[in-house]
């Protein structure tokens, strides 16, 4: 697919049908996710990929009882139809070790553990769109009980899921989509704000 068609078609899709990823369409999309940039190439992102039924409902539980599912389920009925979860962790003491050498004078005032999570899910998402796929980005309420369940180290943040499969039905935004993308023109600054 054209690069230009990709970032057009990209959007955050809800409603995944039941089937099911090739392996191989998975993992070209984590190498890509892995080709993404890192500051001063911490290399601090990593992926949990929940696949099997028991695994994907460990990271639907973090997000309440399920009194508390019902108001997605009802606007979203297909969303935990979705095959393949890929949870974008980031671990921060990377960056604080990478940023404690000598050739980096200390950390920036930003955060770049959560940049590049950003950086990579990014590439997630348009690999997902390459392939046929629709994917999309959420984030978690629950890192704690994530962390438990699917052993990750408390280091790591879970910045958020990419929820990755087949589109189910006709594409249905979210009601923040209504409030309208800001022009180009408003948002770039030539020459100073
Ligand atoms: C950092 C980030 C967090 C987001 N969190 C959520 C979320 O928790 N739930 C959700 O339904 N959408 C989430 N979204 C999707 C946005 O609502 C969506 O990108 C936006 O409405 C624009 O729609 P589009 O991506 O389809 O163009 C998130 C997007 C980003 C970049």
Not at 69 to 75: A, D, P, V
Not at 150 to 174: C, F, K, M, N, W
Request: aromatic content about 10%.
């Amino acid at each position: 697919m054209e690069f230009q068609d990709v970032v057009n078609r990209r959007k955050m899709v809800r409603s995944f049908s039941s089937r099911q990823v090739d392996d191989s369409i998975l993992s070209t999309i984590l190498s890509n996710m892995n080709k993404s940039p890192s500051a001063g190439f911490s290399q601090g992102i990593e992926f949990v990929v929940l696949r099997s039924d028991d695994r994907r409902q460990i990271f639907f539980r973090q997000w309440g009882s399920e009194e508390d599912r019902k108001s997605y389920r009802e606007s979203w009925p297909h969303l935990e139809q979705a095959p393949i979860i890929i949870l974008v962790c980031s671990d921060e003491s990377r960056y604080q070790e990478r940023y404690g050498e000598l050739d980096k004078k200390g950390l920036s005032e930003i955060p770049w553990w959560f940049v590049d999570a950003g950086m990579s899910t990014l590439l997630g998402l348009l690999s997902t769109v390459d392939a046929g796929l629709v994917a999309t980005f959420t984030g978690v309420k629950n890192q704690d009980y994530l962390r438990h369940h699917l052993h990750i180290p408390v280091q790591v943040h879970i910045v958020g899921a990419l929820l990755i499969g087949y589109q189910e039905g006709d594409y249905r935004p979210s009601s923040s989509v209504a409030r309208g993308r800001r022009p180009t023109e408003e948002i770039v600054h030539y020459d100073g704000w």
